[in-house]
T-cell receptor, first 112, second 117 residues
């Protein structure tokens, strides 16, 4: 079983729409959680960290449910520039490395 | 401050040829990583290093070797390239996972697109 599972999509939404991505992780010892964004043929870049209390950054809201081992990302008022692949990432800080485990990504296309 | 850089950006090899991919970071990060990304597979960890002079195997290490002689550089070697190694290779770096003041965010280089014929 993969450490991190995501719905690959693709999600195709009009500008201004609200879209939500979900992700589950298998290791209950995981301690840090992130959403990365990857544009076509580019490297992944950190979008936001995910905290237990939930956090918001402009139009983006991330939620964590430790009991269900579930992470979500909500994008409000979608822009054309939001088109990208969104990677759910989990850090097993309990290990000696604290390595990151990446989901396969959810592809989003925002159309005008 | 260039962040993480990778050379070369593109390369085409014939089966059996060797090459070395170079990664450099100027953020004084302790940890460095090599990933490969294939369609539908996501990012898979090849090898990693938790400090100068140390390396360890990741999820898919076979066919690759690495070296970290200097803190800022992490080299990935393919001794005898195979078509199955056609992929996009990303290097990344981060602060130590043991640092409680850091969230272990990884910073990625722009990638190397490798084709093995």
């Amino acid at each position: 079983r993969k450490e991190v599972e995501q719905d690959p999509g693709p999600f195709n939404v009009p500008e201004g729409a609200t879209v939500a991505f979900n992700c589950t992780y298998s290791n209950s010892a995981s301690q840090s959680f992130f959403w990365y964004r990857q544009d076509c043929r580019k490297e992944p870049k950190l979008l936001m960290s995910v905290y237990s209390s939930g956090n918001e950054d402009g139009r983006f809201t991330a939620q964590l449910n430790r009991a269900s081992q579930y992470i979500s990302l909500l994008i409000r008022d979608s822009k054309l520039s939001d088109s990208a692949t969104y990677l759910c990432v989990v850090n097993d800080r309990g290990s000696t490395l604290g390595r990151l485990y990446f989901g396969r990504g959810t592809q989003l296309t925002v159309w005008p | 401050n260039a962040g993480v850089t990778q050379t070369p950006k593109f390369r085409v090899l014939k089966t059996g040829q060797s090459m070395t991919l170079l990664c450099a970071q100027d953020m004084n990060h302790e940890y460095m990583y090599w990933y490969r990304q294939d369609p539908g597979m996501g990012l898979r960890l090849i090898h990693y290093s938790v400090g100068e002079g140390t390396t360890a195997k990741g999820e898919v290490p076979d066919g690759y070797n690495v070296s970290r002689l200097k803190k800022q550089n992490f080299l990935l070697g393919l001794e005898s390239a195979a078509p199955s190694q056609t992929s996009v290779y990303f290097c990344a770096s981060s602060y130590s996972a043991a640092d409680p003041n850091r969230n272990n965010e990884q910073f990625f280089g722009p990638g190397t697109r490798l084709t093995v014929l």
